[in-house]
């Protein structure tokens, strides 16, 4: 699953392809990706229109319209923003912008589980990941009797953060994914932040990579990257989490 640092890859992508320009064309015949508009309802509403902005909190992208419209993407598992050309195959293009100066801008998913909607659809999320303040981190994560992992995971309660960058984070942390969100200290809270918003920018500085990380490399062989000891796997708020029984031991710290 696309997280954050992927979102914002391709929210570049977008700014760098699609600001400025006037559409001519939406193509929205997929009634899947484009649920629950019907076919031509997107290029209705768009068609005309001049893209000021592209915009992403957590792992949701929108377009922002002169006419003020705003047109809500997701990546879901597999997908990707390309360019190509008008008179290229369609291949696994799921909707796709044409503009006036005939560039095309398309949304392409093989697995068919993307979105495409009017309307940014963020309403049900949480502060993004990658901008929260520290007041706010502390009061949003460090409550409650959840594993701090499924606090991470919540997108109501944090946007963004996914299965690779979470394991990243509380491994640089020190923390134990298990452990309850609120047992831990201020000092925790403050630290995982820095862990996470670290991780999301080494991720962006590798491509929008958040399978590059160290710890993320690190559990496919199954040792630890600091002191090579066996990782320890369990499902932890219902993705499958890895860590370190040395380096991050359960309960308070050492």
Not at 7 to 28: F, H, M, Q
Not at 101 to 130: F, N, T
Not at 181 to 198: F, I, K, P, T, Y
């Amino acid at each position: 699953m696309p997280e954050l640092p992927e979102a914002e890859k391709a929210r570049r992508i977008l700014e760098r392809l699609c600001v400025g320009l006037r559409i001519a064309e939406v193509e929205d015949a997929d009634t899947w990706v484009c649920r629950p508009h019907q076919p031509g309802e997107l290029d209705r509403a768009l068609r005309g229109e001049v893209v000021t902005a592209a915009c992403r909190h957590g792992k949701f992208l929108w377009l922002e319209t002169d006419g003020g419209h705003e047109l809500g993407l997701h990546l879901g598992m597999g997908g990707s923003i390309r360019s190509a050309p008008v008179a290229a195959p369609r291949g696994w293009d799921r909707i796709a912008i044409v503009f006036e100066d005939e560039s095309r801008v398309a949304l392409r998913d093989k697995r068919r589980l993307s979105r495409a909607h009017l309307g940014a659809g963020i309403d049900h999320l949480g502060p993004d990941a990658l901008t929260i303040t520290p007041q706010a981190f502390r009061k949003r994560v460090g409550t409650g009797r959840a594993p701090i992992k499924a606090r991470l995971l919540d997108q109501a309660v944090l946007a963004g953060v996914g299965n690779l960058l979470a394991d990243e984070a509380l491994f640089d942390a020190l923390i134990e994914p298990r452990r309850p969100a609120g047992s831990l200290a201020v000092e925790e809270l403050d630290q995982l932040r820095s862990s996470l918003r670290h991780g999301m920018r080494e991720a962006l500085k590798a491509d929008g990579g958040s399978g590059r990380g160290r710890f993320a490399r690190a559990r496919r062989g199954g040792q630890c990257p600091r002191c090579g000891c066996e990782l320890e796997r369990a499902t932890v708020g219902g993705r499958t989490t890895y860590w370190c029984p040395d380096e991050q031991p359960a309960g308070a710290p050492r």
